[in-house]
């Protein structure tokens, strides 16, 4: 049974780290129905580290744009590409540095989790009604300004049910990117994002666990690693010509059935 435990949550981590639905929502759901083994030290330790085989599922995926000395790209221009995406982390690395405690206790339920859900949502099918004028069509073409307010956007994020995915998305198509564009840069945001989140509440938590611990994080990270690698290839080929409603509605309805289980008692 915890094999299994630490393979669904490795799964779920993968299914929703990089689409608009909110991980952080999903896992924090999918823990009031199943436990993971063993210690509460255990399950927080978990809970960071199962995100990074999904920033290398990034990483491998978007590897010849990301890295500098690939064949046939531009040094300066993926130089300028890592400095933007910098700018656009800071604003999460200091507000999440004072805040992450704050936040963690008065968002980190149910309730929080469902509204978040259900706003998103609502917000996505505004934007697919009423798009935005498209100014940037690679993440590359997105300047300093754009990505520091980008920055700002993914803040809204430290709010579980909100979705760092959607956050940075929204923001990116508000200020100009278009879907695949913002996509793009919501991605590459995440690597020194979701990095600097693992390394502070690595430390904070940190990491003495046992070897049969470590052997299950292991298994939670390599189904989250292929999991991720296929959703972040399935939906940027979705996006080119298919819109993000299906995925606000799926917000929305599963906002209003937690409220529902909520009004129920079954949560």
């Known amino acids: ?31 009031e129905w199943l436990s993971l083994p063993g210690s509460p030290a255990f399950a927080e330790t978990f809970r960071i580290v199962v995100q990074l085989p999904a920033i290398l599922a990034v990483v491998l995926y978007f590897w010849k744009r990301l890295w500098p000395f690939s064949s046939g790209t531009d040094f300066n221009t993926v130089f300028l590409l890592w400095v933007k995406i910098c700018v656009a982390f800071l604003p999460a690395a ?20 469902s509204i978040a859900l259900i706003i998103g949502g609502i917000v996505l ?25 980008i920055g700002f956007f993914q803040c809204l994020a430290m709010m579980p049910g909100t979705s760092r995915s959607a956050a940075t998305i929204i923001g990116a198509m508000i200020l100009g990117a278009s879907r695949p564009a913002a996509a793009e840069f919501s991605f590459f945001l995440a ?17 003495d666990l046992s070897t049969s611990e470590w052997g299950l994080i292991a298994v939670g990270g390599i189904v989250a690693f292929v999991t991720a690698w296929l959703v972040v290839a399935s939906f940027m080929a ?6 993000y409603a299906p995925f606000a509605w799926y917000r929305m309805v599963l906002g209003v059935v937690i409220l529902a289980l909520l009004g129920l008692g079954y949560l």
């Open 94 to 113: 200091v507000i999440g540095f004072f805040l992450d405690d704050y936040l963690e206790a008065w968002f980190f339920n149910p309730t929080s989790i």
């Open 125 to 149: 099918l505004l934007l697919e009604k009423r798009p935005p004028e498209t100014r940037f069509n690679r993440a590359e073409e997105i300047g300093f300004r754009i990505a520091l307010a």
């Open 238 to 243: 979705y996006i080119q010509k298919r819109p």
């Open 1 to 31: 049974m915890s094999c299994i435990s630490v393979i669904i949550f490795g799964l779920v981590e993968g299914l929703t780290e990089f689409l608009p639905v909110s991980s952080t929502g999903h896992m924090i759901l999918l823990e």
């Open 191 to 207: 690597i020194p994002t979701m990095l600097g989140a693992t390394a502070y509440k690595t430390v904070k938590t940190g990491l």
